[in-house]
């Protein structure tokens, strides 16, 4: 089956630890997405990236870090500088940025204490 | 890109048709409309999409007027599993700028 994959689904920490969020696609897709979702909230974007080795920040990139080095691969790392860590972080997937049909993995919800 | 207005929340009878309006009076020339539902605790899931007029799929009917000022997703006879937040963005996706942005969209309830 083709699709996004995200573990773990629920992820727990405490404050100051670094923590990070897979996201593995086999959709052959150019363009990865992360965005974070606060309850009652829509999604804001945090990175993305429309090739391998090149990624650009979004709209709330402080305290978050990624890494592009395969095309299936597209890691979110959540540093202990990120002032509210605790959310639903979601990772999507596009052919490429010139479309707006993003596909999204299930999602990891991270709680931080 | 486009602000986009659309209601908080909608509650329907199951076999009713939902209409869900979204306004965007900034729309650019090269903008598209795309519509998003999403379940609790899942990542969204791509609706339909459309520039002008109107699109149907198996899924739902986006209506489109000529000034392109608003659009209304159309969801035939919608059941309980219809219940979900529904988003509506417009952009220009061939342009390369910031990809999507998401507002808080439409929380439809659908009661049997």
């Known amino acids: 089956d083709g699709g996004i994959t995200q573990s773990p689904k629920y992820l727990f920490r405490k404050e100051g630890q670094n923590v990070t969020l897979s996201c593995e696609q086999n959709?052959?897709?150019?363009?990865m997405y992360w965005y974070r979702q606060d309850p009652g909230q829509g999604l804001r974007l945090i990175y993305y990236s429309q090739i391998v080795n090149d990624f650009q920040k979004g709209d709330i990139a402080e305290g978050y870090s990624v890494s592009r080095e395969k095309k299936e691969s597209f890691p979110l790392t959540v540093t202990s500088a990120q002032k509210n860590p605790t959310a639903f972080y979601l990772c999507?997937?596009?052919?490429?940025?010139?479309?707006?049909?993003?596909?999204f993995g299930p999602g990891t919800r991270l709680t931080v204490t | 890109l486009a602000k986009t207005t659309q209601p908080i929340s909608m509650d329907s009878y199951e076999g009713q048709e939902v209409n869900i309006t979204c306004s965007h009076n900034n729309i650019a020339t090269n903008d598209y409309i795309t519509w998003y539902q999403q379940f609790p605790s899942q990542g969204p899931r791509f609706i339909i999409q459309g520039y002008k007029t109107k699109v149907t799929n198996e899924v739902a009917s986006l209506f489109i007027p000529a000034d392109r000022k608003s659009s209304t997703l159309s969801l035939p006879r919608v059941s309980l599993s219809d219940t979900a937040v529904y988003y509506c963005?417009?952009?220009?996706?061939?342009?390369?700028?910031?990809?999507?942005?998401f507002g808080k969209g439409t929380r439809l309830s659908v009661i049997a």
């Open positions: 959709l052959n897709h150019d363009a």
């Open positions: 963005l417009v952009g220009a996706p061939l342009s390369g700028n910031t990809p999507l942005v």
């Open positions: 999507a997937s596009s052919i490429d940025q010139g479309t707006y049909e993003q596909y």
